[in-house]
């Protein structure tokens, strides 16, 4: 059975590129654009995963964590944020509200992600 992969990225190349990968690699892939339809699929799908921009529409990553982390249906659903802010204050803050893993973009490719979310799930 297909593991599924949930992408919140509101950057619609990067997004594309994340999906065509994952489901080159074999994922079921489910993709929005802001946090608050992330929370939304997250609650409906229960994707095995969950690949999360912080700097979103609506609903910024941090603040869907939160709301994640208060859901007692989907709290357990691992998260990797992969996000253009690499601030070790920012870092910190995904990984205590529940971050598995932490991916700045700019150094990143598509296979170092798939290779993290293997080591997740």
């Known amino acids: 059975m297909k593991k599924t992969v949930l992408v919140v990225e509101d950057d619609k190349y990067l997004r594309e590129v994340l999906v065509e990968k994952l489901k080159k690699d074999g994922f079921e892939v489910v993709e929005v654009m802001d946090g608050q339809a992330g929370l939304a699929a997250?609650?409906?799908k229960k994707p095995d995963i969950v690949v999360l921009?912080?700097?979103l529409p609506i609903m910024n990553g941090f603040?869907?964590?939160e709301a994640k982390g208060k859901d007692a249906s989907i709290?357990?659903?691992p998260v990797?944020?992969?996000s253009n802010l690499?601030?070790?204050e920012d870092v910190e803050r995904g990984m205590k509200l529940g971050a598995k893993d932490y991916i700045v973009k700019a150094h990143f490719t598509p296979n170092d992600?798939?290779?993290k979310i293997?080591?997740?799930i």
């Open 53 to 55: 921009d912080i700097i």
């Open 118 to 120: 293997q080591g997740i």
């Open 63 to 65: 603040d869907y964590l």
């Open 86 to 88: 690499g601030q070790k």
């Open 75 to 77: 709290k357990d659903i």
């Open 80 to 82: 990797i944020i992969l």
């Open 42 to 44: 997250t609650a409906k």
């Open 113 to 115: 992600l798939i290779a």
